[in-house]
């Protein structure tokens, strides 16, 4: 772990870091600007989308290898590293995606996907792919027949956690901007592949993608979703009109769905902390064990009567031990974390709920 960390941390000063602020009003640019002198920050003066977001910091990138990454992501040191390993290796490696889980540290399937054809959309608006999560036939929209535990080339990677080479982006561009948000990592996947480069998805290293936190699942993110998903088929499936009618009016039912759900689910509040044990890194802990109180935590006297436990960075846990810890806790109880030196505990236990972001003073 130990080379690991130096030949990330020399990895870290051969690269520039971009952080794009779509107009958030948390005041959050300014207090990391405080912070991190080294990155450099772009303010939006209004929310552009995804797409335009990124491609705003691609313009001004000069690096090699271009990282993707969403804001609700914790990778482990050397995930970059990894990556960059594996793609130097394969020549004709366009992009790379890696293993991703929820905060509860389940697998996140979108982690590897297949070209969302016809037959591929129909079986997942259906629930034919939820029903046969395996299969090659009715699952070829998340590659449920491939291991989530083996690298194998993938037709389509989250935009999540991206790796591409900066040659690649240079034939192929960046994102769609008509995509406000959704399906424009689809798009550029496929872009890659026909451009003749090949994306990856490689097991060698797993980070946490807190799904549900880019928007909140509420009605807007079903409008955006579902026209994101139309505006694709529109750009790249031709085929008979009747079917292309019948594949927009099953999208338009799975939405009404989706709606439904959420007016049943939208009243749920997220589980009420108490009983909270620590563990990591002592001198976090010991930071950490006074200010409990002050957003409605107790100490357990261990991690059986406790109904959370909050990991710790530093000494004791790296980024990367404490993701194989959710994995092996995540039966047990609600999983949080601290990283050492900041002022918060985040987790979630739903891929599809928010989660807890904690200020602490």
Aim: net charge neutral.
């Amino acid at each position: 772990m130990e080379k690991a960390i130096a030949a990330n941390d020399q990895l870290i000063h051969n690269t520039e870091i971009f952080v794009v602020d779509n107009h958030s009003t948390d005041e959050s640019i300014e207090y990391l600007q405080n912070k991190f002198q080294r990155i450099k920050f772009i303010d939006n003066e209004e929310n552009t989308g995804f797409a335009k977001a990124n491609n705003l910091a691609l313009s001004k990138a000069i690096g090699k290898y271009i990282l993707f990454l969403n804001p609700d992501t914790i990778i482990a040191e050397d995930s970059i590293a990894t990556c960059i390993s594996f793609m130097e290796s394969k020549l004709r490696a366009g992009a790379v995606g890696v293993r991703m889980i929820d905060g509860h540290g389940d697998f996140l399937k979108e982690s590897k996907r297949g070209f969302p054809s016809p037959w591929a959309a129909f079986c997942k608006l259906s629930g034919l792919t939820a029903a046969f999560s395996h299969s090659r036939l009715f699952a070829s929209y998340y590659l449920g027949h491939l291991s989530e535990h083996e690298n194998n080339p993938v037709a389509i990677l989250s935009g999540a956690f991206m790796v591409i080479r900066k040659e690649v982006l240079d034939k192929t561009g960046g994102f769609d901007e008509q995509f406000f948000m959704y399906a424009e990592d689809i798009d550029l996947s496929y872009r890659i592949q026909q451009a003749g480069f090949v994306n990856y998805y490689i097991a060698d290293t797993t980070i946490i993608h807190f799904k549900g936190e880019s928007t909140k699942k509420n009605l807007q993110y079903v409008k955006l979703f579902y026209k994101a998903m139309d505006q694709f088929m529109r750009k790249h499936i031709n085929g008979p009109s009747l079917f292309l009618f019948f594949m927009k009016m099953a999208v338009w039912f799975r939405s009404r769905l989706a709606s439904v759900a959420y007016l049943f689910h939208r009243k749920d509040k997220n589980k009420k902390y108490h009983q909270s044990f620590l563990e990591g890194d002592k001198k976090n802990i010991d930071q950490l064990k006074p200010l409990l109180p002050t957003i409605g935590r107790t100490i357990a006297p261990n991690a059986e009567e406790s109904d959370e436990i909050i990991l710790c960075e530093g000494d004791r846990f790296s980024f990367k031990e404490i993701i194989e810890q959710i994995q092996q806790k995540k039966q047990l109880v609600s999983i949080k974390i601290h990283a050492a030196n900041s002022h918060s505990i985040v987790g979630s236990d739903y891929k599809d709920r928010n989660g807890e972001s904690i200020a602490i003073d």
